[in-house]
Antibody
Framework: QVQLQESGPGLVKPSETLSLTCTVS????????WSWIRQPPGKGLEWIAY???????NYNPSLKSRVTISIDTFKNQFSLKLSSVTAADTAVYYC??????????????WGQGTLVTVSS | DIQMTQSPSSLSASVGDRVTITCQAS??????LNWYQQKPGKAPKLLIY???NLETGVPSRFSGSGSGTDFTFTISSLQPEDIATYYC??????????FGQGTKLEIK
C-alpha cells in the first residue's frame, strides 16, 4: 500500500521560504506524477505544482514565480519550496500521487497533510 | 483558467436520501473530471475519475455522470459515514488543475 508523508516546519516567518518534503513508501516514485496541493483553513483545495519522476515540472501560474518542486528518486522523496511567504500562504499542505494514463489523470494517493502557519 | 462551480455549497439530507451535487465547468472539459470526498481533518479521497468511473473499493452508491461542461455526482442512498465535503476537479486545462469550491454534506 502506497503511503505519503509530509514533513517540514509548521511555522514560517513572513517573507521567508516554506520548505516541505514528501516521503513515499510502499511503492516506487518512478512512473508517476507527484503533486503538492494546499488548503487554507476552512477553504477549498488549490493545486500548486507537479513533478514527474524524470524531473519535468508544471506549476500553477498563480504561484509559479515563487514555487520550486524537486524530486530525489533515490530517497523516494519530492519537495516543495515556496518563497516570500505571507499569511495568505497559511494552509494545510498535501502531497499526492497522480496516476496519469493516456491523457487521463487523478490524485489517487494523498498524504495526511501538514499545517504550515505563516506568522512572525 | 477554467473555473469549476459546484452547487449547492452546502446540503442537508436524511439517511437513505438520494443526494445530487452538480459541477459546472467554464468551458468544455470533455470528461476530464474527478470527484473527491474529504472528511473533517482528513485528506481528500478519490471516489470517481473520468466523470463516471468508480475508484476501486468505493461503494457503488456513489456515481458520477456528465461531459462537456455539466457534471453530476450522486449518492443513491445517503449513509451516516458519507458526511463530508465533496469536491470536483478538472484536469483538462494544463498547466493548471482546478477544484470546485466544495459541497458540504450534512445529515438532517
Amino acid at each position: 500500500q502506497v503511503q505519503l508523508q509530509e514533513s517540514g516546519p509548521g511555522l514560517v516567518k513572513p517573507s521567508e521560504t516554506l520548505s516541505l518534503t514528501c516521503t513515499v513508501s510502499g511503492g516506487s516514485i518512478s512512473s508517476y506524477y507527484w503533486s503538492w496541493i494546499r488548503q487554507p483553513p476552512g477553504k477549498g483545495l488549490e493545486w500548486i505544482a507537479y513533478i514527474y519522476y524524470s524531473g519535468s515540472t508544471n506549476y500553477n501560474p498563480s504561484l509559479k514565480s515563487r514555487v520550486t518542486i524537486s524530486i530525489d528518486t533515490f530517497k523516494n522523496q519530492f519537495s516543495l519550496k515556496l518563497s516570500s511567504v505571507t499569511a495568505a500562504d497559511t494552509a494545510v499542505y498535501y502531497c499526492a500521487r497522480e496516476t496519469a494514463v493516456a491523457g487521463r489523470a487523478r490524485f489517487d494517493y494523498w498524504g495526511q497533510g501538514t499545517l504550515v502557519t505563516v506568522s512572525s | 483558467d477554467i473555473q469549476m462551480t459546484q452547487s449547492p455549497s452546502s446540503l442537508s439530507a436524511s439517511v437513505g436520501d438520494r443526494v445530487t451535487i452538480t459541477c459546472q465547468a467554464s468551458q468544455d472539459i470533455s470528461n476530464y473530471l474527478n470527484w473527491y470526498q474529504q472528511k473533517p481533518g482528513k485528506a481528500p479521497k478519490l471516489l470517481i475519475y473520468d466523470a463516471s468511473n468508480l475508484e476501486t473499493g468505493v461503494p457503488s452508491r456513489f456515481s458520477g455522470s456528465g461531459s462537456g461542461t455539466d457534471f453530476t455526482f450522486t449518492i443513491s442512498s445517503l449513509q451516516p459515514e458519507d458526511i463530508a465535503t465533496y469536491y470536483c476537479q478538472q484536469y483538462d486545462n494544463l498547466p493548471s488543475y482546478s477544484f470546485g469550491q466544495g459541497t458540504k454534506l450534512e445529515i438532517k
